[in-house]
């Protein structure tokens, strides 16, 4: 019998990784010392019997059919609005995510990069604020403020796949004299796209959750309208939208698992 070949050794751990791990430990360790953490109050009676009566209020949910046939319409606009902001922001994030791969040189790359960091530092909320000047109250400003969020998150994942695809089967094709267009759309791409898809339909969930917060600032859907019935004090109505939220962010994390599933099988 052939005896099995012997491991190699582990390689040594750096000084500096302990020294990160332990300035990462010592940092958290300081959070919990500087915030003021109020646990007694948090967990005490009377901050459980205040909660315990304020959820109360919301129950029974309000089921008339004049108000759950409003539910569904501002139901609808929240699913468009997520479906339409993810659909431009996976457009123009492939687009963007050519120059930032460091396709069209350095110089680009930079810039771009430096346009996506921009693009998904602010939050959608804000976006949401800004473009509400320029387009109004409604559904247009909340589905802009998701596209160019997403925008930017989907460009750096878009990008970083790109950089990270083994670059053999393209290099194969352009030595045989295929121009680099047609190497890229008929190696890269379809190399990349599953998991180009995968973040796609990642970020369509997390926008599903997102057009329903923009509500807040008057974007339209389903938050607009448990703004409305919260700044009123109408507990039942509110718990009715907050059902719908969660029902409907069930339904699409379902479908979107599933499609990822199929894709990567």
Known sequence: MTRPAALPPAPRVRLSTWLLLAA?????IASFVSLPLKWREFFGREAIDTTVEFLRGFSPPEMAPNFLARIGTATLETLAMSAIGT??????GLLLSLPASGRFGMTARLITRGALNVLRSIPELVWAAILLIAAGLGPFAGTLALAVHTTGVLG????DTLENCPPLAESTLRINGVPPASA???ATLPHCSPQMMSYVLYRWENNIRAAAILGVVGAGGLGQMLKYHLSLFQMHQAATVIIAMLLLVCVVDAASFALRRRMTR
């Open 24 to 28: 990462l430990v010592l940092l958290v």
């Open 184 to 186: 890229f759309l008929y």
């Open 87 to 92: 659909l431009l922001a996976a457009l123009f």
């Open 156 to 159: 750096r994942l878009f990008a």
